[in-house]
């Protein structure tokens, strides 16, 4: 079922919204949980069980974050073959995916011994943040290959624009999160055992029903019935190892910072962890904001990317963006003016709620630091350009790790923070340096 980009600024516009705001939802209703989660722990009378929260979904973030490239490759190859009307590939790329997918997961259920292990040794945290942590481990993980599978499924709905689709599939995975969330905890008292029960119970929910609505809409798009042939095609797997082996270091470098921020939080003593736990909901709440725009401006760069248009390549890069300048804009606001209130609504603590005011600035101006190279990062994976991904992300990673050694002696927690924002700002300027590019090959006669 062939579909056609907008013509005028109005249409566009209206697209942009149209596949913007269900992936908006869904992708607010995300941060949700892990601030469902960082609040119920906050009840609890000592910061370790926020600490140990913090900690142990740091790892999983991190980890699952490297594995992303499932959804974002996914993305971006379904576009391109959606675009070009590829029916034989919009067949075989989520097969290959899902594939991969199980394979990994189950990878990661073997070696989770040795993954406790490497936890405690990078993330070092006081006796009982540990113990907390390694118990929410040990459940979560069974979650692993359920995850990675809803990962495909949202990079398949998202390469054709199927953006409701994908809102019903991440919203029955929250909700059921977080009402499992506070059954467990509030109303069992299970602790951080329940958080990690209810992740895992919702992320297999969300894996089957989501195979189940890929594959109806995979026969409205007009996929052809997949062929083992096809699907082991030794260019189509040169292509998908090309762009999954990119996204995978891109990741590790985009969540390296991260990692470790959590992990420097901790060294600061456990009052620092929590706050910093605290305002990094914040944070992740406006990311999956931005990310909503990135979503749309991979279906859409893609598409005209398969097409090989490059009017439309740019009109959809153009419309994107501005969107995500006004959520940007939007979101620093609320933020400066209202933060106070959001952090006193995530926890009761009043040391907690002290020191994550000194440092709530960095927050609000996290969202016109980090716009662009969010918009961009969609961009780029729509596109599937990973290895300039790759490579910004490396220098970007290696600017924050000078920072730090600059500044977080002098600074502490705020140089923390500075090279955060630094981490965003490089991000930025090395995408958009390089984005002429991209149009430039979109204009190229198509290869093979």
């Known amino acids: 079922m062939p579909v056609k980009l907008p013509q005028t600024p109005g249409q566009w516009h209206q697209r942009v919204w149209s596949l913007s705001w269900p992936i908006f939802l869904a992708n607010v209703?995300?941060?949700?949980?892990?601030?469902?989660?960082?609040?119920?722990?906050?009840?609890?009378?000592?910061?370790?069980?926020?600490?140990?929260?913090?900690?142990?979904?740091?790892?999983?973030?991190?980890?699952?974050?490297?594995?992303?490239?499932?959804?974002?490759?996914?993305?971006?190859?379904?576009?391109?073959?959606?675009?070009?009307?590829?029916?034989?590939?919009?067949?075989?790329?989520?097969?290959?995916?899902?594939?991969?997918?199980?394979?990994?997961?189950?990878?990661?259920?073997?070696?989770?011994?040795?993954?406790?292990?490497?936890?405690?040794?990078?993330?070092?945290?006081?006796?009982?943040?540990?113990?907390?942590?390694?118990?929410?481990?040990?459940?979560?993980?069974?979650?692993?290959?359920?995850?990675?599978?809803?990962?495909?499924?949202?990079?398949?709905?998202?390469?054709?624009?199927?953006?409701?689709?994908?809102?019903?599939?991440?919203?029955?995975?929250?909700?059921?999160?977080?009402?499992?969330?506070?059954?467990?905890?509030?109303?069992?008292?299970?602790?951080?055992?329940?958080?990690?029960?209810?992740?895992?119970?919702?992320?297999?929910?969300?894996?089957?029903?989501?195979?189940?609505l890929m594959t109806r809409v995979l026969r409205n798009a007009g996929a052809a019935r997949p062929s083992s042939a096809r699907v082991v095609r030794p260019d189509k797997l040169v292509a998908l190892f090309h762009v999954s082996a990119n996204l995978i270091i891109r990741s590790f470098f985009v969540q390296l910072p991260f990692f470790t921020f959590t992990a420097l939080s901790a060294g600061f003593g456990d009052r620092v962890l929590a706050a910093n736990a605290v305002l990094m909901q914040l944070f992740f709440i406006m990311s999956y904001g931005l990310d909503s725009l990135a979503h749309s401006a991979e279906s859409l760069t893609g598409h005209a990317f398969g097409a090989r248009d490059r009017h439309q390549l740019r009109a959809a890069a153009r419309y994107t963006l501005l969107w995500s300048l006004a959520i940007a804009l939007a979101t620093a606001v609320v933020y400066a003016l209202l933060g106070g209130l959001l952090i006193d609504t995530l926890t009761v603590l009043p040391e907690v709620r002290e020191t994550a005011r000194a440092y709530l600035p960095w927050v609000a101006a996290a969202p016109l630091a980090a716009v662009v190279a969010f918009h961009l990062d969609g961009v780029y994976i729509g596109t599937t350009r990973t290895a300039e991904l790759r490579n910004s992300m490396f220098v970007a990673a290696v600017c924050f790790a000078a920072s730090l050694w600059a500044w977080l002696g002098p600074l502490g927690n705020h140089g923390l923070w500075l090279s955060m924002m630094l981490f965003m700002v490089v991000r930025s300027v090395l995408l958009a340096w390089q984005y002429p590019r991209i149009e430039r090959l979109a204009g190229a006669p198509v290869q093979g």
């Open 29 to 212: 209703t995300t941060p949700l949980v892990g601030a469902v989660d960082t609040a119920v722990m906050g009840r609890m009378p000592d910061p370790a069980f926020i600490g140990a929260v913090a900690v142990g979904a740091t790892i999983f973030n991190a980890v699952y974050w490297i594995f992303g490239f499932l959804r974002m490759g996914t993305t971006g190859l379904m576009a391109q073959a959606f675009g070009a009307r590829d029916g034989a590939e919009l067949s075989s790329t989520p097969l290959r995916a899902v594939t991969i997918a199980l394979v990994l997961g189950a990878a990661l259920l073997a070696l989770q011994s040795p993954l406790k292990t490497l936890v405690l040794w990078i993330m070092p945290a006081s006796e009982q943040v540990e113990v907390l942590a390694l118990t929410y481990f040990s459940i979560r993980i069974l979650g692993a290959p359920a995850l990675l599978v809803h990962f495909v499924v949202l990079g398949t709905l998202f390469g054709l624009q199927q953006m409701r689709w994908a809102l019903l599939v991440s919203v029955l995975l929250n909700v059921a999160n977080v009402t499992l969330d506070l059954l467990f905890v509030v109303g069992f008292g299970w602790g951080v055992e329940g958080v990690a029960a209810a992740t895992v119970i919702s992320e297999w929910l969300a894996a089957i029903t989501g195979l189940t």
